[in-house]
C-alpha cells in the first residue's frame, strides 16, 4: 500500500502561483512513478503532469507546459508541482497518482494509488 496526501491548494488571483505537495509513505516510493490529475467543476478527471521514478524523465498536458514544473525528493518521499501563471481554467480538485513501474501514463486507470485530493480555485 502506497498512502498520498496532498496539501498547498487554495484561492488565488490569476496570474498568481501555488506549489503543491503530495507526500508518500508506504512502500518503496522509488518504485513508482509520479502523477499529477485534476478534475473541475462539471468535467472529467485530466491528466497535468507525471515524473518517472529517477526524475529523468516527466511528461505535461498541454494546457500547463510552460507554466506547471514538476519534480520529485525520493529521500523526502515527496512529489511537488510548482504551479505559475495560474487562469481561472486551472480550477479543480488536483489529485496525486502513483503508478507501480517507474514509468509514468497520461492515462489514469494505469495509476495504482491516489491522493484525496486538493482545491485549487483561480479566480478572475
Known amino acids: 500500500q502506497v498512502q498520498l496526501v496532498e496539501s498547498g491548494g487554495g484561492l488565488v488571483q490569476a496570474g498568481g502561483s501555488l506549489r503543491l505537495s503530495c507526500a508518500a509513505s508506504g512502500r518503496t516510493f522509488s518504485n513508482y512513478a509520479m502523477g499529477w490529475f485534476r478534475q473541475g467543476p462539471g468535467k472529467e478527471r485530466e491528466f497535468v503532469a507525471a515524473?518517472?521514478?529517477?526524475?529523468?524523465?516527466?511528461g505535461y498536458a498541454d494546457s500547463v507546459k510552460g507554466r506547471f514544473t514538476i519534480s520529485r525528493d525520493n529521500a523526502k518521499k515527496t512529489v511537488y508541482l510548482p504551479m505559475n501563471s495560474l487562469k481561472p481554467e486551472d480550477t479543480a480538485v488536483y489529485y496525486c497518482?502513483?503508478?507501480?513501474?517507474?514509468?509514468?501514463?497520461?492515462?489514469?486507470?494505469?495509476?495504482?494509488?491516489w491522493g484525496q485530493g486538493t482545491q485549487v480555485t483561480v479566480s478572475s
Open positions: 515524473i518517472s521514478w529517477s526524475g529523468g524523465n516527466t
Open positions: 497518482a502513483a503508478r507501480y513501474g517507474g514509468t509514468w501514463s497520461r492515462e489514469a486507470s494505469t495509476y495504482n494509488y
